[in-house]
T-cell receptor
Framework: RKEVEQDPGPFNVPEGATVAFNCTYSNSASQSFFWYRQDCRKEPKLLMSVYSSGNEDGRFTAQLNRASQYISLLIRDSKLSDSATYLCAVYTSGTYKYIFGTGTRLKVLA | NAGVTQTPKFQVLKTGQSMTLQCAQDMNHEYMSWYRQDPGMGLRLIHYSVGAGITDQGEVPNGYNVSRSTTEDFPLRLLSAAPSQTSVYFC??????????????FGPGTRLTVL
């Protein structure tokens, strides 16, 4: 089993739709969680960190469920510009490693 | 403040050749790492470093060497290139306290083709 798993998609959604991605992790000692956005042939860029209490940034909401060991990303009112690959990342302090999921492709259709 | 820089942007090698991918950051970050990204595989950790003089292996270290003589630089060496090393390579850095860490900042990547 991979340490961090994501549904690769693609998710094709119409503009204005709400879409949610999940990311599961296997190491219960993991302590820091992140969502990155990656555009085609570009480097990943931080979208948001994920905190235990959940956090929101405009149309984006991230949640952490430690009991079930997953993080989620909700995008409301999807825009064409949201089309990208969304990567989750998990940092585990005992291992000193950031491990990434394979990414979920999102395509927002006009 | 340039952030994380990588050179070269593109490189073509023949099987068996060696080369070094350069990575530098000007944010005084202790933590640096190298990833490779292949289609459908996501980012896979090659090597990482938690400070000058300290390096360790990631998920896919075979065929790669690293060193960290300064805080700023973290070069990745391919000793004898193989076609399986054709990939996009990303370097990243992060502030690190020894216990917790913040997000990573990525360089623009190096696209390597091994023939």
């Amino acid at each position: 089993r991979k340490e961090v798993e994501q549904d690769p998609g693609p998710f094709n959604v119409p503009e204005g739709a709400t879409v949610a991605f999940n990311c599961t992790y296997s190491n219960s000692a993991s302590q820091s969680f992140f969502w990155y956005r990656q555009d085609c042939r570009k480097e990943p860029k931080l979208l948001m960190s994920v905190y235990s209490s959940g956090n929101e940034d405009g149309r984006f909401t991230a949640q952490l469920n430690r009991a079930s060991q997953y993080i989620s990303l909700l995008i409301r009112d999807s825009k064409l510009s949201d089309s990208a690959t969304y990567l989750c990342a998990v940092y585990t302090s005992g291992t000193y490693k950031y491990i990434f999921g394979t990414g979920t492709r999102l395509k927002v259709l006009a | 403040n340039a952030g994380v820089t990588q050179t070269p942007k593109f490189q073509v090698l023949k099987t068996g050749q060696s080369m070094t991918l350069q990575c530098a950051q000007d944010m005084n970050h202790e933590y640096m790492s190298w990833y490779r990204q292949d289609p459908g595989m996501g980012l896979r950790l090659i090597h990482y470093s938690v400070g000058a003089g300290i390096t360790d292996q990631g998920e896919v270290p075979n065929g790669y060497n690293v060193s960290r003589s300064t805080t700023e630089d973290f070069p990745l060496r391919l000793l004898s290139a193989a076609p399986s090393q054709t990939s996009v390579y990303f370097c990243a850095s992060s502030p690190w306290t020894g216990v917790s860490t913040d997000t990573q900042y990525f360089g623009p990547g190096t696209r390597l083709t091994v023939l």
